[in-house]
C-alpha cells in the first residue's frame, strides 16, 4: 500500500529518513529514480540514511512502476521518494490510487519559479502538477510533517 509520495532533490536524508517515515508508518522506501542505481556513490550515501528498521528498495522510474503495478510491494507501507515533478508525475500517471503528493525541497534551476521557501518549479512542471491537481491530486508542499500542510493550488 502507498502511504506517501513525496519529491525532494536531496531523495532521502535525515528529516525524510527519519521524521517523514515514522510519520506515515512506513516499512518499506522506495527510492525511484532514473540516475540513482548506477551511482554507487548516491546508493551508498542514501543507504546510510535509511532508518534501521526499515526496508530501502531503489529502482529507475520504469522498474519503480512496474513493481508498484505487480502488487509486489502490497506487503509493504511504502513511502515512495522521487527526485523531480516529472517523476512523481510519471508514477501518478501510471499507477492507480496515489491521491496526494508532497512537495518537500526543489532546487532552483534557471527559468524555474520561487513558489514557497524551498520548491522552485519549471514552467512544464507546473503544468504536470496543474494536471495532477484537475484530475484530483492533491499536491501539497510541506517540508516537514510538523509544518502547516499549504496546498500548490493556493501558491499558483
Excluded at 508498484?68 to 523531480?84: A, C, N, Q, R
Aim: aromatic share 4%; charged share 25%; with cysteine.
Amino acid at each position: 500500500m502507498i502511504k506517501f509520495l513525496r519529491v525532494d532533490h536531496r531523495l532521502l536524508h535525515g528529516q525524510v529518513a527519519f521524521s517523514w517515515t515514522q510519520y506515515v508508518g512506513a516499512d518499506c522506501i522506495l527510492i525511484a529514480n532514473d540516475n540513482v542505481p548506477n551511482d554507487e556513490l548516491r546508493k551508498t550515501t542514501i543507504k546510510l540514511a535509511k532508518p534501521p528498521s526499515v526496508k530501502l528498495v531503489i529502482k529507475n522510474i520504469d522498474d519503480s512502476i512496474e513493481s508498484i503495478k505487480s502488487g509486489v510491494t502490497d506487503k509493504y507501507k511504502l513511502f515512495i521518494v522521487v527526485e523531480s515533478v516529472t517523476d512523481a508525475w510519471r508514477i501518478v500517471n501510471a499507477v492507480e490510487g496515489i491521491s496526494s503528493i508532497n512537495l518537500g525541497g526543489i532546487k532552483a534551476k534557471e527559468g524555474s519559479q520561487n513558489i514557497s521557501k524551498a520548491i522552485n518549479l519549471l514552467p512544464e512542471e507546473i503544468v504536470q502538477l496543474q494536471q495532477l491537481i484537475d484530475s484530483g491530486v492533491e499536491v501539497e508542499i510541506r517540508q516537514v510533517p510538523n509544518d502547516r500542510k499549504q496546498l500548490l493550488a493556493e501558491c499558483l
